[in-house]
């Protein structure tokens, strides 16, 4: 039931966005249009299709591991049933050295066997398969506070939405600054904070922009074992040699304070709702914090970018 929700909702939030022009709500005569919805829902809607591709591609590899059986047992010209004992006889057999096996050992193996065989055959067979993931939506934040690092001049690059006081987004930088040794003279990195509200460390870290230390500070929050406060903050600008007095400064000021809002509006007007969000040449990457997924999606992106030379 669960499933069939997310999916309704998902064609739901899909269909909001075909119609740009529809109006879905009136506030006080104001209309207010689907567009609108739409990408408010950009992040929330692409993960929730998905979620539903994902769900259509489980089933369809147990339909061809049912099918692959099926087309075993037609090829002997018996019953589905009957293909599988004999499977399951074979194998008890050889495992055991006796011509009938105990029925209770049998019966508790017969389906660990049976999945072996649907495995089996599945790695075996020549499939193709004609469903498709949805397409990445379109995302743009690189007009907003975006702090870039590696190869400024790559055509190819990623930029993270992160939050200095989430869990998931400290163990991902872990998996980032693998990705960024890897990439760093191929990809230009970016990093936009994106907290529920402006907080020390990302206002801590917008004004350190402007002396030119935001990565330090940066790397140096997210390695921190707890939430940074303003002794730690105003000790980290006086071990990297900045002006405490003037820094402390802009940290307070606010103009900092504006900036770093404003992102996390305009993120939130543009559909991003959870941290860690990554998007590559400004397209939506489904949830993953993945090293080995990340890395073939930009193997890719630099692949495509050395055609388009």
Same mark, same amino acid.
């Given at each position: ?170 163990? *991902? ?15 230009? *990195?970016?990093?936009?904070? *994106? ?21 330090? *500070? ?92």
């Amino acid at each position: 039931m669960k499933q069939i929700l997310l999916l309704m909702l998902a064609v739901l939030l899909y269909s909001c966005s075909k119609g740009s022009e529809e109006v879905v709500a009136e506030i006080n005569g104001h209309k207010l249009y689907a567009s609108e919805l739409s990408q408010v829902t950009t992040q929330e809607t692409f993960d929730l299709l998905n979620m539903a591709y994902e769900i259509k591609m489980r089933a369809l590899d147990d339909l061809i591991k049912r099918k692959l059986i099926e087309y075993e047992a037609l090829e002997r010209s018996i019953l589905v049933d009957e293909y599988l004992d004999t499977y399951v006889d074979s194998i008890m057999t050889a495992l055991t050295g006796a011509d009938t096996a105990d029925l209770s050992l049998k019966n508790s193996m017969r389906s660990v066997l049976i999945r072996h065989l649907a495995d089996s055959l599945f790695n075996k067979a020549q499939i193709k398969r004609y469903v498709y993931p949805p397409k990445q939506p379109k995302c743009v934040v690189a007009d907003l506070c975006v702090q870039y690092r590696g190869n400024l001049d790559a055509a190819t690059h990623l930029i993270v939405a992160s939050d200095f006081s989430c869990k998931r987004c400290a163990e *991902f930088e872990k998996t980032l600054k693998r990705i960024y040794d890897k990439y760093h003279d191929r990809v230009k *990195f970016g990093f936009v904070s *994106f907290a529920d509200e402006p907080n020390l460390a990302s206002l801590a870290c917008e004004a350190a922009g402007k002396y030119g230390k935001f990565w330090e *500070f940066h790397d140096a929050i997210f390695s921190y074992n707890a939430l940074p406060d303003s002794a730690y903050i105003l000790g980290l600008a006086k071990n990297l040699g900045l002006d405490v007095a003037g820094y402390k400064q802009d940290l307070q000021s606010a103009e900092t304070y504006n900036n770093v809002n404003h992102t996390i509006n305009k993120l939130m007007e543009r559909g991003l709702f959870a941290t860690p969000t990554i998007i590559i040449n400004n397209r939506l990457v489904y949830i993953t914090n993945s090293y080995e997924e990340l890395t073939k999606l930009l193997d890719k992106e630099l692949q495509l970018s050395l055609i388009h030379i």
